[in-house]
């Protein structure tokens, strides 16, 4: 266990002066879910155990030796024509005793025209992002498993291109006994390698994340409470210049107000488990419903989201519908493949452990 605490302390560290505590920071797209289970627990989710190997992506203690040769494949619908896929494949060295996971998350923003700053048509381009990750996890005991992941990130917006270095950290607590998880992860330590354009570099999207999860005993449900950005208390965007201009009101602060800031933090998410087979997740997250809603009016759904998943022996089914703007939804359908199970790779691929 002493290394479990050892290398996370070291990572943290290293890599820790090149996030960003506050403002903006670059390759904001690290932040949306790669997986629909992932996207109907609320977008934020570290600690719900499961076999999909697409959650343990964005947290690598999750990552199991019972994912070992499934991969993940996920196509997503956004707004605009926008496209992302993701996919994810799992191995277990019995040698090494260790689990390892390649993916890869891909954004398309479609074509585009390229203009001069007096609106001369120049061309078109193919904006993208994408990155790269290779994840490593072990487990100590019975009850605890810790990892963490290296990412290499890629942007491409024509002339301006930009790329950089990060790494997660997590280490996660299961009692299969009592039905009980609990992780903390620290998200994208790291740095800009290249920069948009010559000058000051920009802050990753740090994130310190911590969640709990604990399914009923007796039962068909289990729920997920998520508190991310620990490392920063007050985390709203507050657009003076846009509110003036649109007549909406300051924020105040009232104790409601106060409570506000809080509750931002958290993601909150149920699941409901229909026999063997079928599985049903819920999630609101309070961050985004407030940053969508226009003034202090609602707006529609949004921080809303829902995933169904079709878990069968060989092969996982989902499909998840999360809310960013009023009678509008994103979209993601992903596939998971117990790969050994199909063409005899190992044995090993049998559900253990837990």
């Not at 996207?39 to 934020?44: A, D, I, N, P």
């Not at 993601?267 to 407030?290: C, F, K």
């Not at 493949?337 to 452990?353: H, M, P, Q, R, V």
Request: positive net charge; glycine residues 10%; proline residues 2%.
């Amino acid at each position: 266990m002493r290394s479990a605490i050892i290398i996370p302390g070291l990572l943290l560290t290293t890599l820790v002066h090149g996030q960003t505590l506050g403002g903006n920071s670059v390759f904001n797209f690290l932040k949306l879910p790669n997986t629909p289970q992932l996207t109907g627990l609320g977008g934020v989710n570290v600690s719900q155990t499961s076999n999909d190997v697409g959650m343990a992506f964005t947290n690598p203690a999750l990552l199991t030796a019972g994912m070992h040769t499934q991969m993940n494949a996920v196509f997503n619908s956004m707004y605009a024509g926008i496209t992302t896929y993701h996919l994810s494949l799992a191995y277990h060295s019995a040698q090494l005793n260790t689990n390892f996971l390649w993916g890869l998350h891909y954004f398309s923003y479609g074509d585009l025209q390229q203009t001069d700053a007096t609106g001369n048509i120049l061309g078109s381009l193919k904006p993208t992002d994408w990155v790269m990750q290779v994840s490593a996890s072990r487990s100590y005991l019975q009850k605890w498993n810790y990892g963490a992941a290296f990412k290499f990130i890629n942007s491409n917006y024509g002339q301006y291109r930009s790329n950089g270095i990060a790494a997660d950290v997590g280490v996660l607590f299961h009692d299969s006994v009592k039905l009980f998880s609990a992780s903390v992860v620290a998200k994208n330590m790291g740095f800009q390698l290249k920069k948009y354009t010559d000058g000051n570099g920009e802050d990753l999207p740090f994130d310190l994340v911590a969640g709990i999860s604990k399914r009923l005993q007796h039962a068909p449900f289990g729920f997920s409470i998520t508190a991310h950005h620990l490392h920063q208390f007050d985390i709203r965007y507050n657009d003076t210049t846009f509110n003036n201009d649109n007549g909406f009101e300051p924020a105040n602060n009232n104790s409601n107000f106060t409570f506000d800031k809080i509750f931002r933090h958290f993601v909150i998410a149920t699941q409901i488990y229909i026999g063997d087979y079928l599985e049903v997740s819920l999630g609101y997250n309070h961050l985004r419903r407030q940053e969508l809603n226009i003034g202090n009016s609602g707006n529609g759904l949004n921080g809303f989201s829902l995933e169904v998943g079709a878990l069968f022996k060989k092969i996982q089914i989902r499909y998840a519908r999360a809310y960013y703007q009023n009678n509008t939804a994103y979209n993601q359908f992903g596939l998971n493949l117990a790969l050994n199970k199909y063409f005899g790779l190992s044995k090993f691929g049998e559900k253990i452990g837990w």
